[in-house]
């Protein structure tokens, strides 16, 4: 039979236990807004009265009170997994397509001022100076806009450059990024299999971790499985970056490319420092390497537009090479290395007009100080011609450009696709683990009302021992 008292401790373990489901809700209320943080559930369990009893026992077994047996992360694992893959996949398909938007940005086509109409202006000056051979303005004009051309290549070949050295900097950035998200998950493991153990809650705790992985999927694609003890195991590809309390490094091995120019030499290798063997990298890094890599986005689209360097200059000087200038002059070239090295090819970086007076033009097909004296546009009408070649500068950057875009407007489509994708991962993951504000004010209505009872009920019994103890054996006084 129950003790005269028990229903004392009852209804204490009922104030317990709705407080702390008070402390639980208010925690969720107080994080609706953090990033990263998983609403927690109490959850309670009736306490027996007696867990093993006798065989001749004849207790009611009504029952001790609750208690809370646990509070629980509202988090799914396969959710988990899934935002893991989707980050890293929008990652780099968000780098990617930012990349590419950045070399759009180098050429700005189709624009008035762009390169393309640059060309457009230079051929138009070889047809003004056909009908005026001897007049020194139209070959004066023809200079700076052939100037200009040389000087707009000069500047896409710079830009991209620096676009190589700005995403080279940025991948030493990630890479210090990495090694220090490694170590803060694998002190995680480490603080949550010993609260586990001692039997605390480190739910926020696993929150941090869950959100530093998050991170770490979408810096270098990494995935995570978790281990029976609590911890959580972290990889590249197939290797390991953390094993329980141990987070391994990464490094971008010594002497990689820093400059476009570097990877006709070597290339950039990002590398395990304990091993030296490569990273199959993923996320924004992997979109990174895709860049910087020899072969990658950017080389190929300096060789691309090296081959239009060369092209023009090649189409130009044998043509222009046949030409006579008024003082006879004769055999040169138009466009020259600006290094003054005539044993290499001309490049974009290097491309430069070798004219500087106009009277030195050579646009006249016959010799103005020969016998008879010939004096002609011709050669520069021939020059205006090469704007409509299939084999010209014109149609090779218009090839370069065309495929720039295609390739552009590919890695939006995808990246959007894959956003969409993401987006709905994220959905699914905040309605099973967000904080919702109307549902957690519903718990702290219930737990406030059960509160409230357990209290009376506190109150009932202490009136009925007030009168048990205070009262009997009263009657007759």
């Known amino acids: 039979m129950g003790s005269t008292f028990s229903g004392l401790n009852t209804a204490l373990t009922s104030l317990y236990a709705q407080r702390r489901g008070l402390d639980v809700t208010g925690q969720n209320i107080a994080n609706a807004n953090t990033e990263g943080y998983t609403r927690q559930r109490v959850t309670m369990q009736a306490q027996n009265a007696s867990l093993v009893p006798g065989i001749y026992a004849t207790t009611d077994a009504i029952g001790n009170g609750v208690t809370v047996s646990s509070v629980d992360r509202m988090r799914n694992a396969a959710l988990d997994q899934r935002s893991y893959t989707e980050h890293a996949n929008s990652a780099y398909h968000n780098a990617r397509a930012g990349a590419y938007n950045l070399i759009e940005d180098?050429?700005?086509?189709?624009?008035?001022?762009?390169?393309?109409?640059?060309?457009?202006?230079?051929?138009?000056?070889?047809?003004?100076?056909?009908?005026?051979?001897?007049?020194?303005?139209?070959?004066?004009?023809l200079l700076e806009e052939a100037n200009t051309v040389a000087s707009s290549i000069n500047d896409a070949a710079a830009?991209?450059?620096?676009?190589?050295?700005?995403?080279?900097?940025?991948?030493?950035?990630?890479?210090?990024?990495?090694?220090?998200?490694?170590?803060?998950?694998?002190k995680l493991n480490n603080q949550i299999v010993v609260a586990s153990k001692a039997g605390l809650a480190a739910n926020e705790l696993q929150d941090q971790r869950a959100?530093?992985?998050?991170?770490?999927?979408?810096?270098?694609?990494?995935?995570?499985t978790e281990t029976p003890d609590g911890s959580i195991n972290v990889f590249i590809g197939s290797s390991p970056l953390v094993s329980g309390f141990n987070a391994r490094s990464i490094e971008i091995a010594?002497?990689?490319?820093?400059?476009?120019?570097d990877l006709s030499t070597t290339d950039v290798n990002l590398r395990w420092s304990d091993t030296t063997t490569g990273v199959a990298a993923g996320g924004t890094m992997g979109a990174s390497m895709e860049l910087l890599a020899s072969g990658g986005t950017l080389q190929t689209m300096t060789s691309r537009l090296d081959k239009v360097a060369s092209t023009l200059a090649d189409t130009v000087n044998a043509i222009y090479k046949t030409g006579y200038a008024v003082d006879g002059t004769t055999g040169n070239d138009f466009f020259v290395r600006n290094d003054g090295d005539t044993?290499?090819?001309?490049?974009a970086s290097t491309i430069s007009v070798g004219v500087t007076d106009p009277a030195k033009l050579a646009i006249s097909s016959g010799d103005p100080t020969g016998t008879p004296k010939v004096l002609n546009g011709n050669i520069a009408d021939t020059l205006s011609e090469l704007a409509d070649s299939r084999s010209g500068a014109d149609s090779e950057y218009q090839s370069m450009i065309g495929e720039l875009g295609v390739s552009a407007q590919s890695a939006i489509r995808r990246r959007d696709v894959q956003n969409a994708v993401t987006d709905q991962v994220d959905a699914a993951r905040d309605a099973e683990s967000g904080v919702n504000i109307d549902e957690e004010m519903t718990n702290l209505l219930t737990y406030q009302r059960g509160y409230e009872a357990a209290g009376r009920v506190l109150t009932t019994i202490d009136s009925m021992l007030d009168q048990l103890i205070n009262r009997t054996g009263?009657?007759?006084r």
Request: net charge negative; glycine share 6%.
């Open 474 to 476: 009263m009657v007759g």
């Open 343 to 347: 044993t290499q090819a001309v490049t």
């Open 159 to 186: 830009s991209l450059n620096n676009q190589y050295e700005s995403a080279r900097t940025g991948l030493d950035t990630y890479v210090d990024d990495v090694n220090k998200a490694a170590e803060s998950v694998a």
């Open 106 to 141: 180098v050429f700005a086509e189709p624009s008035d001022t762009a390169l393309q109409a640059r060309m457009a202006d230079m051929w138009d000056g070889f047809n003004k100076i056909t009908t005026n051979p001897s007049v020194t303005a139209p070959k004066a004009s």
């Open 211 to 224: 959100q530093t992985i998050l991170s770490l999927s979408e810096l270098v694609g990494a995935s995570a």
């Open 254 to 261: 010594p002497g990689s490319a820093t400059r476009l120019e």
